[in-house]
């Protein structure tokens, strides 16, 4: 079962915008993690958020956490065309089974050159 | 290498044959991952090994679908007597350790195609 929704299911900008993606999820939560991947590919870990965090920054990459709203933003500045690709949303439940990640459908981001 | 490998990454096969796919995790990795795939969804979990023993293979969907992983570094994920609905990417991640987990590190992937 996927626990993260993602939105929008799509999403198409121009480059030097920014890109918003949202993800919801339904349980308690140790961290939740972002994943991109490229058409084809596999996927490629971007950045980890743990439940006692709200925001956390890597490069152009900007994560916010509510564990209230059970809630997680992406926000991706000065997009480019290579940022093209598909962004999930990972969630590593507290409890019990805090080994395995449980993905989301996944936000297809088109960066238009 | 330095990161997951899978193989073959293409793999057509018909209805009713079998099938292995096999992922070499990053070195001194000892948590091992299979997860699938289909087209336009997020990864779905599959099975979980720590070391050699499957510690949790509570996502693989039926009684088809196996794998191994007999001394603790390279996996298998083989399955019987496909059936077109298996049709989809399947993919091997590696970490470290687990508990907590981190990141993951993903392989390219093995699409599997049963016509």
Redesign the interface.
Known sequence: ??Q?EEDPQALSIQEGENATMNCSYKTSI??L?W?RQNSG?????LI?IRSNEREKHSGRLRVTLDTSKKSSSLLITASRAADTASY?C?T?NSGG??????????TLLTVNP | GAGVSQTPSNKVTEKGKYVELRCDPISGHTALYWYRQSLGQGPEFLIYFQGTGAADDSGLPNDRFFAVRPEGSVSTLKIQRTERGDSAVYLCASSLNSGNTGELFFGEGSRLTVL
């Open positions: 079962s996927q993260g140790n961290n993690q994943y590919r596999g996927l490629v870990h980890l999930f990972a590593v089974s805090n080994y395995k990640l449980t993905f989301g459908k996944g």
